[in-house]
């Protein structure tokens, strides 16, 4: 078995395959306990002279508590499990203190299981390769990044540029603080405020503008109407659009007022001048204006 972690990681837990001598098939060994006698289970880095050994006869290998859930072993024992004789005959877990995959500048990480011949233990060594982590995380803009929250804060505020970065940090976030700020007042809730005589000239242009949508509403089927009948009609200028118009028109401002050579339409006060419509000297020559 090769299996890769980085060299100084925590609470590793490592499951590893133990083989029946005695089987043809190469078939995992079941049954063995932290109790059996004469297990041997043996540990040595790369850079190591001498093996950190753990033995049913000394007393330094101990069960597993709960499979899957690391747990530190008493000093100087480690921990052994089967996992499970049915769906993986073979498969055991082991737990080693956290020291054995922090030494310094290993790279591998050796372990050996044997026994005596009653065990039928199939010697087999298993190797952990320790992946070197640097002491200081990548530099941003020259400021070595490590694990303390005051350098990570003090390469990011070079980095982003923040003036006074938060005394604290969670999670490597940072977090600034305005104190003052001038130019504008700030806007609080969800109303900003008009002067009187605005809002009361904003309501008086919806009241007469809904008066006016209203009144509209209510003269519009009367006008099409009577432009419908209009242009049904003869026009002695020949032009039956103009009198449809015009029909439209003195229904809905009120009756036409001939002034000279034109005729008005006054608004629903009777005095204002809403529509002029200037008659030319040729027949049929209308232009209209309408007005504010």
């Avoid at 009756?255 to 005095?271: C, N, W």
Wanted: net charge negative; proline share 4%; aromatic share 6%.
């Amino acid at each position: 078995m090769h299996a890769l972690y980085p060299n100084g990681l925590q609470s590793v837990i490592l499951r590893v395959k133990i083989r029946d001598a005695t089987s043809i098939l190469d078939a995992g060994l079941t049954g063995l306990t932290s109790a059996s006698a004469g297990l041997i289970i043996s540990t040595i880095c790369d850079n190591e002279a001498a093996p950190t050994v753990y033995t049913q006869a000394g007393g330094t290998i101990e069960a597993v508590g709960t499979l899957g859930t690391y747990a530190a072993p008493t000093a100087t024992k480690c921990r052994f499990k089967l996992v499970d004789n049915t769906n993986h005959p073979g498969l055991y877990e082991l737990h080693f203190a956290d020291a054995r995959f922090a030494v310094g500048s290993a790279k591998e990480l050796h372990i050996t299981i044997t026994g005596p011949a009653a065990l039928n233990i199939v010697q087999e060594d298993y190797t952990v390769q320790l992946a070197a982590v640097p002491a200081n995380l990548v530099q941003i803009l020259g400021t070595a990044l490590t694990e303390t929250a005051g350098q990570i804060a003090a390469a990011f505020k070079k980095f982003f540029n923040i003036a006074t970065p938060a005394a604290t940090m969670d999670h490597g976030i940072l977090v600034d603080t305005v104190t003052t700020y001038t130019g504008n007042t700030p806007q609080t809730g969800d109303v900003f405020p008009l002067a009187s005589t605005e809002i009361a000239d904003i309501i008086a242009a919806v009241v007469v503008l809904q008066a006016d949508l209203d009144d509209l509403q209510a003269r519009l089927p009367a006008a099409l109407e009577a432009g419908r009948m209009a242009a049904a009609l003869p026009d002695v200028d020949g032009v039956a659009f103009s009198a449809f118009m015009e029909a439209i028109l003195a229904v809905l401002f009120g009756e036409a007022v001939p002034v000279g050579s034109t005729v008005e339409f006054k608004k629903r006060d009777g005095t204002t001048t809403r529509v002029t419509i200037t008659y030319g000297a040729a027949p049929g020559e209308r232009t209209a204006s309408v007005l504010a």
